[in-house]
């Protein structure tokens, strides 16, 4: 997801930056469209309780529609803006520094919001006024960072794994230890994720340790993995390896599974595999913040993303899945044959291990990265 914590995964890598959406276009994404249209929004009557409400919500660029905010004020009245923020860590830092943010609605990825909700920072979710919720899969209500989704509403996931070009590896990667000890012409040509539970992921799956463990002895081991991989990476790259993938300077990533995508776009002899030890699963989601003043039109929003004709926007364009089963009926027999990994069902992404907030032993985590990278 994800990419910062995606992750850039969802973050676009770009600046934070402030627009209306709905007269001003949002910076473009990284990320290729597909040539499935947006869907166009039903319009609506506004409920007389939105009377008087603005929103603001803050995303990654390019991870919505241009003109998310024409289609949202035309179907409830309600204006929007939205400011776009970069990485995880970015709005956090927004969202924690202390008093009013002046967002109502944020997107961040699971962890992130498990993390707001403890510090007391969410709003519980209305469901009364979310009656989308229902188009969720039953799997999306059963996330071990927010079971139920009473603080946060997922918009879209996925897992990581590698990324690599079928055409140039020595053999067809099945584990994770074909990028931690790369052989042959490999040898040089992978790069790793530098966000730090993602880093820390390959060699703890490969070692047979949860991707959430705070064990002492078990992250010193995945570290000296992690360091004796150094020599035979090309780089640590969150956000244009699937360009190096692409041009053939790199043949394996480590890679969130949407991005991938965006290398099998421009050339077919791209693939995705999810190694034999497992991985995990991402999620990006929206959250209503406590101190929003406008609490029923985040509510109204939130229901707007779900209608299955808007949601099917993010796979379709993103090429990204989504948790919401008529949104995804709709596009994936579209999509699946040129990106597979869009067919990865909701049963298969929850046998992935969830990554969820570690509080203070979170620490441990920027501890390992930081020792890796600089060793």
């Not at 943010?101 to 519980?124: K, T």
């Amino acid at each position: 997801m994800a990419a910062s914590a995606l992750l850039l995964a969802a973050c676009g890598g770009s600046s934070s930056s402030e627009s209306t959406a709905a007269s001003t276009p949002a910076p473009e994404s990284s990320a290729p469209a597909s040539e499935a249209p947006a869907s166009e929004a039903p319009a609506s009557e506004a409920p007389a309780d939105l009377a008087g409400q603005s929103l603001t919500v803050s995303n990654w660029a390019g991870y919505y529609p241009e003109d998310l905010g024409a289609q949202f004020e035309a179907a409830t009245g309600v204006p929007l803006t939205i400011a776009n923020h970069a990485t995880n860590e970015e709005i956090m830092g927004k969202l924690t520094a202390g008093g009013d943010s002046g967002i109502d609605v944020a997107f961040v990825s699971g962890q992130y919001a498990q993390a707001l909700n403890d510090a007391g920072l969410l709003a519980p979710i209305d469901a009364a006024q979310v009656p989308n919720l229902t188009m969720l899969y039953p799997e999306a209500n059963a996330l071990p960072y927010d079971a139920g989704n009473t603080f946060s509403v997922p918009y879209a996931w996925g897992t990581t794994g590698i990324c690599y070009r079928s055409d140039l590896v020595e053999s067809e990667p099945t584990s994770w230890n074909a990028v931690l000890a790369p052989s042959g012409s490999d040898e040089g040509k992978v790069t790793a994720l530098s966000t730090e539970r993602w880093l820390a992921l390959p060699a703890l799956k490969s070692l047979g340790y949860s991707i959430n463990t705070t064990d002492d002895a078990q992250l010193e081991e995945a570290k000296q993995l992690l360091i004796a991989q150094k020599p035979g990476l090309l780089a640590y790259d969150d956000t244009t390896f699937y360009t190096r993938l692409v041009s053939g300077e790199a043949t394996m990533a480590v890679a969130w599974d949407g991005w991938c995508n965006y290398a099998i776009a421009e050339d077919p002899n791209v693939k995705f595999v999810v190694p034999d030890e497992g991985s995990d699963l991402w999620v990006d989601t929206m959250v209503v913040l406590n101190s929003s003043q406008n609490k029923e039109a985040a509510y109204a929003f939130i229901n707007f993303i779900l209608d299955p004709a808007n949601h099917a926007w993010v796979a379709e364009n993103i090429l990204y899945k989504v948790p919401n089963a008529p949104a995804m009926d709709a596009v994936s027999a579209a999509l699946v044959p040129s990106f597979p990994n869009m067919g990865l069902t909701p049963t298969d992404l929850l046998q992935q291990e969830a990554i969820v907030d570690l509080g203070e032993d979170s620490t441990k985590y920027t501890t390992l990265a930081t020792e890796v990278t600089s060793s």
